[in-house]
């Protein structure tokens, strides 16, 4: 038995409420009605005002054929009306959800821009709102992964093509091997293995299946050890390397290799566009958490790139790249890093004057 849908449903059951209804009245008033009429009758008698003794069973008799006519009229007209009322009440429902279910074909061929028209029913406006909500994020969510189909392509291709074009170039004796040139491929496919890599654990952070080991850090020693380290890779000309803490930074609540990991990829970002003047890192407490400043004064980024800053293979100045050697998902990494550990991360810079990344871990 096929099965029927919500608008013939709705159909049938407006019109059974309305068959109920009218067929309860029509039986009670065949069963009263007469004896009413009769009651009747004996009243007018009693006073006085006509005998309609002998003719009370040709009334009784008339009274119900004039009743049973009258009800049948009311009954044709009373379902005519009632069945047409409720066939455009349920087209009436029936009409967002049809239009749901047009615009889910709409998104099933790709067409992801159609969106749930207002309805004047609360419960399916509220309901068109929610499927537009989720439909947005589907466009959001589907125009991220074509960009970064393309993106990784990109970032993918240039050490790929080098590679090649040396190797064809030696194969075909167009070049002779070298120290120089063995430096030169392995430097591209290192820079292929730190893409993967990122890669990889950014796709594990947006996963959640990044292992993350809260627990008591203090972060001076953390701090020290990184300046120390940092320190050694700067020339010098290039610029100095500062650090400011409070000597009762309390413990926070955190992961140490995953904070390193963070204060590595900001340091290292720092020193890559900073050519002179100063990187300071400051650590401060502030309103149940402790925030760590990294303040640099390089090449900055415009404000309309801020935005930006935090997505996956997003640059201020894509020809960088070749240059700096980043992935441009470093900053991605980082920010899904500091959420884990249920802090958050910001960013205020300057074109010209420099940059300052700060990201906060709650005291523990």
């Known amino acids: ?32 009605s007469p004896r009413m009429f009769v009651v009747r009758l004996e009243q007018l008698e009693k006073r006085g005002i006509f005998t309609v003794r002998s003719a009370r069973t040709y ?11 009258s009800a049948l009229l009311s009954l044709a007209i009373g379902a005519s009306a009632a069945g047409g009322i409720s066939y455009l009440a349920s087209e009436r429902i029936m009409r967002p959800l049809k239009k749901i279910e047009e615009i889910t074909q709409e998104f099933a061929r790709g067409n992801l821009q159609e969106r749930m028209p207002e309805s004047e029913i609360p419960e399916l406006n509220q309901l068109g709102v929610s499927f537009n909500s989720m439909a947005s994020s589907i466009q959001d969510v589907e125009q991220r992964r074509r960009d970064l189909i393309s993106d990784l392509t990109h970032e993918l291709r240039t050490p790929l093509t080098v590679v090649r074009g040396y190797l064809e170039e030696l194969a075909d004796g167009s070049i002779e091997p070298s120290e120089e040139l063995y430096f030169r491929l392995i430097r591209e496919t290192r820079r292929l293995e730190r893409l993967i890599h990122d890669l990889q654990e950014l796709s594990k952070a947006e996963a959640g299946y990044l292992s993350i080991n809260l627990q008591k850090i203090n972060l001076i020693p953390l701090l020290e050890s990184l300046v120390t380290r940092f320190q050694d890779q700067l020339l010098e000309e290039g610029p100095t390397l500062e650090l400011y803490y409070p000597s009762d930074l309390p413990l926070v609540c955190g992961d140490i290799d995953r904070t390193e990991q963070i204060l590595v990829n900001l340091l290292g970002n ?10 300071t890192i ?5 309103n149940g958490q402790v925030w760590i400043a990294i303040a640099d004064t390089g090449v900055g980024i415009a ?62």
Not at 62 to 68: C, L, T, V
Not at 270 to 279: F, H, L, P, Q, V
Not at 282 to 286: C, G, I, P, S
């Open 270 to 279: 720092a020193i890559r566009y900073t050519e002179k003047g100063s990187i």
């Open 303 to 364: 404000d309309q790139d801020l935005a930006y800053i935090f997505e996956r293979f997003w640059r201020a100045d894509p020809s960088r790249s070749s240059n700096s050697g980043g992935t441009g998902i470093g900053l991605a990494i980082v920010r899904r890093l500091v959420q884990l550990q249920g802090g958050t991360i910001k960013v205020t810079s300057k074109l010209g004057k420099g940059s300052t990344f700060s990201f906060s871990l709650p005291i523990s």
């Open 282 to 286: 400051t650590a401060r407490k502030e």
């Open 1 to 32: 038995m096929p099965k029927l849908s919500l608008g013939t449903r709705l159909f049938f059951s407006h019109l059974l409420v309305m068959i109920v209804g009218l067929g309860c009245f029509a039986i009670a008033a065949k069963f009263s």
């Open 59 to 69: 009334l009784v008799e008339g009274f119900n054929n004039a009743w049973n006519h």
